[in-house]
């Protein structure tokens, strides 16, 4: 259990953590703990919003460092995935040739452009969502990452080998599941409590985005990767930040 934590903090964040022990049997539990990466991104995401507000900054620095800092906390990993998704879906070639191009190291053309526009309506949005709400969106990331890590465990991988792949075979599936879900349903219930109309629309959303990324996968890739997981919460956190928006409009 206690490496499963140090691993999960090892691989989705920057936050120093003592070496774990990378053999696939000591990683059974991993995605049952990655939630707590969330907890972590929205802490820090929620204090920064807080000494904005405290110390009047500008909106627009405000907005910047709440678009940097889950990129910053998680060290881009899950942004990688964005970005080499992106160029994948743009290639139009065949199953395995997309596959491939997931795994290739350079950055294509389309992987810049939407990064690019990703970065920007993340600015955007987070210029119109007000300091109220954001307590809304530190839980947010809790939720975006209970449910990526449900699907690790029940969506079929597109590869046998690959680190998503050691993570689900290794995962005790049946304890990852019980335990996202109740990771799932506390942050479910925590937005909504805080305020009920972004807290709904949010998952409405998430569950829109959730539908979204099994019939594109499946489609795409004949299943999920790592980076495809992270294209996920990317395209999840990009939502759930238009919920807290059109939430504030209402």
């Known amino acids: 259990m206690i490496n499963s934590f140090l ?3 090892a691989m989705y964040s920057k936050i120093p953590m003592p070496k774990p022990d990378w053999e696939p049997e000591k990683m059974k539990y991993v995605m049952a703990f990655f939630p707590l990466v969330g ?7 929620w204090g920064f ?19 940097a800092i889950p990129i910053l906390v998680t060290g881009g990993i899950h942004m990688d995935g964005y970005l080499d998704t992106s160029d994948a ?3 139009c070639q065949e199953r395995e040739r997309k596959l491939e191009i997931l795994k290739d190291s350079h950055t294509g053309a389309f992987a810049i452009i939407k990064g ?11 210029s119109a ?9 530190a839980v947010g990331f809790v939720f975006s990452r209970s449910v990526a890590g449900m699907s690790t465990v ?16 290794a995962a005790e599936k049946y304890v990852t599941r019980a335990a996202l879900g109740v990771w799932i349903v506390l942050s479910g219930a925590g937005m909504v409590l805080l305020d009920w109309k972004a807290g709904v629309l949010a998952i409405l959303l998430v569950l829109v985005a959730f539908v979204h990324y099994r019939i594109k996968s499946y ?10 997981a992270g294209w996920f919460i990317e395209n999840c956190e990009l939502v759930l930040g238009l919920a807290y928006a059109a939430a504030a409009c209402l």
């Open 7 to 9: 691993l999960a903090f």
């Open 39 to 45: 907890v972590a991104v929205g802490a820090v995401f």
């Open 49 to 67: 919003g807080a000494l904005c507000a405290y110390l009047s900054l500008p909106g627009l620095f405000r907005a910047a460092g709440l678009t």
């Open 89 to 91: 879906l743009a290639s």
């Open 116 to 126: 690019g526009l990703y970065l920007v309506l993340s600015l955007g949005i987070w």
């Open 129 to 137: 969502v007000p300091d109220r709400l954001l307590p809304v969106a």
């Open 154 to 169: 029940t969506f079929k991988n597109a590869r046998k080998n690959g680190l998503l792949a050691t993570f689900s075979t």
């Open 219 to 228: 489609r795409e890739f004949g299943g999920i990767t790592g980076d495809l």
